[in-house]
């Protein structure tokens, strides 16, 4: 199970899909494990009713069918179907709202999807933050810059019971990008990866789950996303530079030979 | 990845099936990594003879597409010989390799047939100097390669031929989980009757950054160019000051695309603020039925 993992690590993340499936061929009997473990870009569907895309992911799957947060059914049509309770669903409908304005703040466009439900075992619930944007010329992307250009965002919630006033939120969240630029000068240049951080925070709930569980969100994809540019992505540039430094250093070096 | 009988719920994979998958996970394998993904793949196959038979498939092509320097030979479709045998034009020698363990198992001296004429081997051997200064100047960890690949016989002037050179340079840096590799490939038809010199160059770049996360670079670039059909020395400069000048305006190039990334391209995908400059007012549920309104006065969303 290490070495599928590792496996997935080495690989393109651009063929990630195509890794996974493999794998699953290979490893059936670790298919739960490797499907939790993995994440994959995120689907959509239509949800022809409310006239508005929603966003697929195993939290708001029920056999084969996927519901929509925006009209609560299933697609397609299920029996006997997993909804959250009355009460959860209103905050559902309250966090897909906000959530959509926060979207679009931050994104420009996109699809966002929230997905609440109960946890068995204790009084608390799960909340999953689902976006996806296309920033390339042809989709989303305002400034024409990106060929290609793809933002998967994954957040799970765990929100512990109220107690005292307080509740525990623990935040896994997960970014998937790749980008592609094709210019003159540089010709196609592609950054592709994705990375996965957590986040455990206690805090009082007069404001309410959104709020706390926004702003942890917010936080945590502004961490994420200057991680990427300047750790990952920087790290490539400083192996390109190392590769071939550029002139000047060169240049430098010649008085002394 | 289809299945192929339907006789059980979980159909075993067949060898083939389970050989192509090997294979594809070789083939896939980033610079210099190729060696930590045989050792994965091995544990998740459990099965030594599909991998391998898929490794005996999958490292020569592994191998000459990244140009790998097994020996003092640079391994590519430019120098083989045969699968196994790769010339190294500098020193007249064929080195013998395994592919899979990725050494040279023997080196024996090129025959006359494998070699260019002289006349050929005057414009090489030129050019293989100036390529060699300049990869040494620009390249800390460069290897580079002259191969006639068309016309190599011709003994004097009145004929057309075809050298290409390889640069490729390495930097493997597992133990701070970041790889990456250069590759340059350029082609140069000289044509005899219009007296020039047509030149091709394809640029790959690639970097691997791994820790706690996954990051891959992809960046290609094809170029073209021409000079005159000089004598073999001043051909050999002309073309060396030719891929110089390309290859170093490529990588400012890049370096101006990195650049651009936090603040223009990136943005595309995700700003770092809110056109407000502040961070997102969770708290304000009421401003939100505001907005709500204002967003669809505007016609704003899809």
Known sequence: ?257 | MADEEDESPETELSYDQKKEIAKWFLLNAPAGEINYVAKDLKAVLSDEEVYNEAAMEAFPVYNKSHMICIGRVIVSSYSEITENEYLDPRTAQVAIVDHVKQICTNVRPADDEELPSSYIEEFRCALDAEIQRYVSESYPKGVSAVNCVKGKDADGPGSNFEFVVIITAMKLSPQNFCNGSWRSVWNIDFQDESQVLDIKGKLQVGAHYFEEGNVELDAKKEFQDSTIFQSADDCGIAIANIIRHHETEYLAALEVAYSKLPDNTFKDLRRKLPVTRTLFPWQNTLQFSLTREVEKELGLGK
């Open chain 1, 1 to 257: 199970m290490e070495a599928a993992l590792g496996l997935l690590r080495r690989m393109p993340p651009k063929q990630s899909e195509t890794a996974l499936s493999a794998l699953l061929s290979l490893l059936p009997q670790h298919s739960s494990d490797l499907l939790s473990q993995v994440d994959l870009p995120l689907q959509v569907l239509r949800d022809a009713e409310s006239r508005k895309d929603f966003i697929l992911c195993e939290y708001n799957r029920d056999a084969d069918s996927y519901r929509s947060p925006w009209s609560n059914k299933y697609h397609p049509p299920l029996e006997d179907a997993l909804y959250p309770s009355s009460e959860l669903r209103k905050l559902e409908v309250e966090a897909n709202d906000i959530f959509a304005i926060y979207r679009d703040q931050y994104y420009e466009g996109g699809i966002s999807s929230v997905y609440m439900w109960e946890e068995d075992d204790n009084e608390g619930f799960v909340a999953c933050f689902l976006i996806k944007k296309d920033g390339s010329k042809s989709g989303h992307g305002r400034r024409g810059c990106l060929e290609e250009g793809a933002w998967d965002a994954i957040h799970v919630i765990q929100v512990g019971p109220e107690e005292e006033e307080m509740a525990q939120y623990c935040l896994t969240s997960t970014i998937m990008l790749s980008l592609t630029t094709d210019d003159e000068p540089s010709g196609k240049f592609g950054l592709s990866g994705s990375i996965r951080r957590q986040m455990k925070m206690e805090l009082a709930v007069a404001e309410g789950h959104l709020c706390n569980m926004g702003r942890m969100i917010e936080e945590l994809e502004g961490k994420l996303r200057n991680s990427l540019d300047q750790v990952y992505f920087g790290k490539t540039r400083e192996m390109v530079c190392t590769l071939r430094p550029p002139a000047e250093i060169v240049q430098m070096r010649l008085p002394d030979s």
